[in-house]
């Protein structure tokens, strides 16, 4: 049994596709209505500030919606309240465009420091995407208290590439916010927000597998 034959067998199991659709959702009214603002005549500034209370009102309805503190709104929710003061106080939208960018800056943090500490965050979304998944595989094939620490090195490895690669992605955004026109990167940042989230997801997912099938090769040789 692996993580490619294995679904995860509680409610609580979040799915690619849901991800994926999440994503979408997240990211669509936002550029709905910078675009949306941007064709009947409306500034760049005015749009993108528009835009960013779009994101903070939907953050703010998925708390609501949800009757729960959801982690990720608590954080993006004030840094756009941050970036529309921002906004306003500057009238420079591309300053405000990379205050947007510091959730991925202290998301590719939090990826470094968990890794660091010895507590990645890989294995925790793992244990979220996967509910039980991973300790019914281990009690199934007898893994050791050395599998065990395996395992738990292979995330500490995994996360800490992640963060790497997260801050290098807003370092370089960063970069073209300052090199092409407010609308262009308006319009590129979130497909290419989407592409890089769906790659580390894709990359945490096939580096997980490769390791749980060696490990199954080398459990079904003892």
Same mark, same amino acid.
């Not at 300053?95 to 507590?119: D, R």
């Not at 094939?141 to 690669?165: K, M, N, P």
């Given at each position: 049994?692996? @993580?490619? !034959?294995?679904?995860?067998? !509680? ?6 596709? $849901?991800?994926?659709?999440?994503? @979408? ?15 009947? #005549? ?5 749009? =993108?500030?528009?835009? %960013?209370?779009?994101?903070? /009102? $939907?953050?703010?309805? +998925? ?10 709104? @608590? ?14 106080? !500057? ?7 990379? /205050? ?5 800056? =202290?998301?590719? %943090?939090?990826?470094?420091?968990? *890794?660091?500490?010895? +507590?990645?965050? %890989? ?12 300790? +019914?595989? *281990?009690?199934?094939?007898?893994? /050791? ?40 990167? $308006? ?8 592409? !890089? %989230?769906? #790659? ?18 080398? =459990?079904?040789?003892?």
């Amino acid at each position: 049994m692996s @993580l490619t !034959t294995e679904r995860p067998e !509680t409610e609580n199991g979040i799915s690619p596709r $849901q991800l994926l659709i999440e994503g @979408l959702l997240n990211v669509g009214p936002a550029l709905c209505a910078y675009f949306g603002l941007r064709l009947v #005549g409306f500034s760049e500034l005015h749009a =993108l500030m528009a835009a %960013t209370a779009v994101s903070a /009102t $939907q953050g703010l309805a +998925k708390m609501a919606w949800k009757r729960a503190l959801d982690p990720v709104s @608590l954080l993006v929710v004030p840094i756009f309240g941050v970036s529309l003061v921002i906004a306003w106080l !500057t009238r420079d939208p591309r300053l405000s465009q990379v /205050t947007n960018e510091v959730p991925g800056m =202290l998301l590719g %943090t939090y990826f470094l420091v968990s *890794a660091l500490i010895g +507590k990645p965050l %890989t294995e925790l979304l793992v244990a979220k995407l996967w509910p039980g998944g991973v300790e +019914k595989l *281990a009690d199934e094939q007898g893994w /050791t208290e050395a599998d065990q620490g395996s395992y738990h090195r292979l995330h500490v490895h995994v996360s800490f590439w992640c963060g790497i690669f997260s801050l290098l992605f807003s370092g370089l955004m960063v970069v073209i916010i300052y090199s092409f026109s407010v609308d262009v990167v $308006q319009a590129v940042n979130p497909v290419v927000s989407m592409c !890089t %989230t769906g #790659g580390l997801i894709v990359g945490v997912v096939v580096a997980i597998r490769m390791y749980l099938r060696r490990k199954e090769r080398a =459990l079904s040789a003892r």
